[in-house]
């Protein structure tokens, strides 16, 4: 995972599996000015490896998911059981790449203890002007 040009994340390599699974978690700091989160897979064979996909997300639209998918979703504390991760399709780099796959995303804000969610909200909105996240009582 590439959160900037000079910082990458990397998981743990799975062998010999065709539908890996990493379950890994990264606390990432950001703030609303970082460019898009980008993750990108690789395959890792002995002699090197392969490109499988790649999906950029905006920052503001890293909470999308908490709102069915659409903008305006509910920023949320990662433990926050409301907070839902998001499957991405995973996209090519250059039309030569052969790819298919996707990969399940799930952002959050991390500290000790769970706010209010309309303290995430007026935060976000006041970073992102014009954002439609609110509560829907």
Known sequence: MQVSSD???STKV????????????????V????????????????????????????FKNCFDRNAG???GGIPRHYRDPENMAQ???LGKRAEKNNVSGEVQ???????EHIRNPQQYIDVWNHYFPGSSASLVD
């Open 7 to 9: 910082k990458k994340y």
């Open 14 to 29: 799975v062998k010999q599996t065709l539908d890996p699974v990493w379950n890994y978690e990264f606390d990432i700091p």
């Open 31 to 58: 703030d609303p000015t970082t460019r898009p989160i980008n993750v990108t897979v690789w395959d890792k064979d002995t002699f090197g490896r392969d490109f499988l996909g790649e999906v950029s997300i905006p």
């Open 69 to 71: 998918g659409i903008s």
């Open 87 to 89: 499957w991405y399709t």
């Open 105 to 111: 995303l799930k952002f959050g804000i991390v500290e």
